[in-house]
């Protein structure tokens, strides 16, 4: 069987290596000239660092180098990708440079087109792997025309990858996630000017709480997991969320007392609104080194509340005026703003078979699209052990090819789906992008993946999980299982 594979990041890798020692013939394309999706050298911002620490953001199979600082810069990890594609041979089956600019599914299998050359190809299967931080989503501005008559200029931050383009600068960095807060302290560096536009400000996690307690003890942890109430929780879950229990809600306001003395926010006023279980919606967001002390310093100037209602020019230089009606000097407007889910490649129709009628994806498992055969999706499960929960999904992956699943009937499907969709979105306020997030939930997601397969790790290692960080290398041995199972050399 002939295998396409969309996208050179984790997920994509992830895919080939697994369906290589499968057997399959694979190819990958990805558009970028070089292997890791968001931490790619054409998409890496000034400031990127993992969230992860090294240990849990690794493949199972493959540790990340000891040299390595706890939390690896986005360079680092792109070298890391980079020496995973050497260990495990999958070299000669990437296709970069070259993007996939359709992909139509016919009776036989998928065909296709990759720019600039239009050359054409043919293949059994298909696994998108793009990843869900696929396309920027950069807010359209009235007045942009104006202000970049000015001089001024607008782009993601996935966009901006030259720290010198802020020297000397007014930088306005609209948004107040991870990469809004980490582009804004590097160019504060540099800049004549960096003030953050936060329409909402979100809790954010201390790398060390208290300075001393490890962060990926409270949230990298079956524990940490269990504080938020799954819609198919566990018998101890239960118990830990049943009636007259307030345990969790003691722990998590504990900690947000915590954080906010740690960071002095009621200083800087800068306490988000809500209670801090906000902070595991859709993502979670670390503080970025440096972030506060250069607000207390004034380096960096945080306008909450606020959002850009137009740019303009002021005196013939570029401005953005925000809401309040203030105006503030904007010679570079980065926007932190998000990305919209999408595949790009995929026709109109075809992605209308993929979504429900509120725009999310419908995959059972974040993975098999019920109604489109010859496809599957890798990586759509995003997570806070995304490497790990993207290995698994590629042994599912495979599992399915080599038919070795006992899937329910599609309607059944439909309907899981349907039903964690639906659940997914009141949690999260809507905030699962598009039906592709599954924080808080994440090793939950890799446990019904790999209850499909038969496959599960044993007790102990779970059991070890409730108190000690997930280590992916726990894992390292489903995939040579899944082998054995179909008679297969490893």
Not at 29 to 43: E, I, L
Not at 178 to 191: E, L, N, Q, R, Y
Not at 289 to 318: I, K, W
Request: include cysteine; aromatic fraction near 8%; glycine fraction near 10%.
């Amino acid at each position: 069987m002939k295998v396409a594979v969309v996208g050179a990041g984790y997920a994509g890798l992830g895919t080939a290596r697994m369906l290589l020692r499968c057997g399959f013939q694979v190819t990958v394309f990805d558009r970028a000239p070089d292997v890791g999706g968001v931490w790619s050298r054409t998409r890496r911002y000034p400031g990127l660092r993992t969230q992860n620490d090294k240990r849990t953001y690794a493949f199972s199979e493959l540790p990340m180098p000891p040299h390595y600082p706890e939390w690896p810069s986005g360079e680092q990890v792109q070298r890391y990708l980079d020496s995973y594609v050497a260990v495990f041979g999958l070299g000669p089956v990437l296709r970069l440079d070259t993007e996939v600019v359709s992909a139509e599914l016919g009776e036989h299998g998928w065909t296709l087109v990759t720019g600039p050359t239009r050359e054409t190809h043919t293949f059994d299967h298909l696994v998108v792997a793009n990843g869900i931080f696929s396309r920027p989503a950069v807010p359209v501005y009235p007045g942009r025309t104006e202000f970049e008559a000015a001089g001024g200029r607008v782009c993601a931050t996935s966009e901006f990858v030259e720290l010198e383009q802020a020297r000397d600068r007014d930088v306005v960095v609209v948004g107040y996630g991870k990469s809004a807060c980490d582009v804004a302290v590097a160019v504060s560096g540099v800049a004549r000017s960096t003030a953050v536009v936060a329409r909402r400000l979100l809790w954010k996690m201390p790398r060390r709480l208290g300075g001393v307690l490890n962060y990926k003890y409270l949230l990298l942890t079956r524990m940490g997991e269990g504080l938020f109430p799954y819609l198919r929780p566990t018998r101890f879950e239960k118990l830990l969320h049943g009636p007259g229990s307030g345990g969790t809600q003691v722990m998590l306001g504990t900690v947000q007392n915590a954080v906010v003395r740690q960071l002095d926010l009621q200083r800087l006023g800068l306490v988000p609104d809500g209670s801090f279980d906000q902070i595991a919606r859709s993502t979670v967001s670390l503080v970025t080194e440096e972030f506060f002390e250069r607000v207390a310093d004034g380096t960096l100037r945080v306008h909450r509340d606020e959002t850009v209602s137009e740019l303009c020019a002021v005196d013939g230089r570029p401005h953005a005026r925000l809401g309040s009606g203030r105006t503030v000097p904007a010679d570079l407007v980065l926007c932190g703003t998000g990305f919209d889910q999408q595949v790009p490649f995929f026709s109109p129709d075809l992605i209308a078979r993929l979504q429900d009628d509120r725009g999310n994806f419908v995959l059972y498992r974040h993975i098999l699209p019920p109604d489109v055969p010859r496809l599957t999706f890798a990586g759509y499960n995003s997570s806070f052990f995304s490497p790990l929960g993207a290995e698994m999904a590629a042994a599912w992956i495979a599992a399915h090819l080599l038919g070795g699943l006992d899937l329910p009937p599609a309607e059944e499907m439909r309907a899981q789906v349907g039903e964690h969709l639906r659940w997914m979105e009141q949690f999260s306020a809507g905030k699962h992008a598009r039906g592709t997030s599954v924080i808080p939930f994440s090793m939950h997601n890799i446990d019904e993946v790999l209850s499909d397969l038969l496959l599960d790790v044993g007790p102990l290692t779970k059991a070890r999980q409730w108190l000690l960080p997930v280590d992916p290398s726990s894992y390292r041995d489903v995939g040579t299982r899944l082998l054995r199972r179909h008679g297969l050399e490893s």
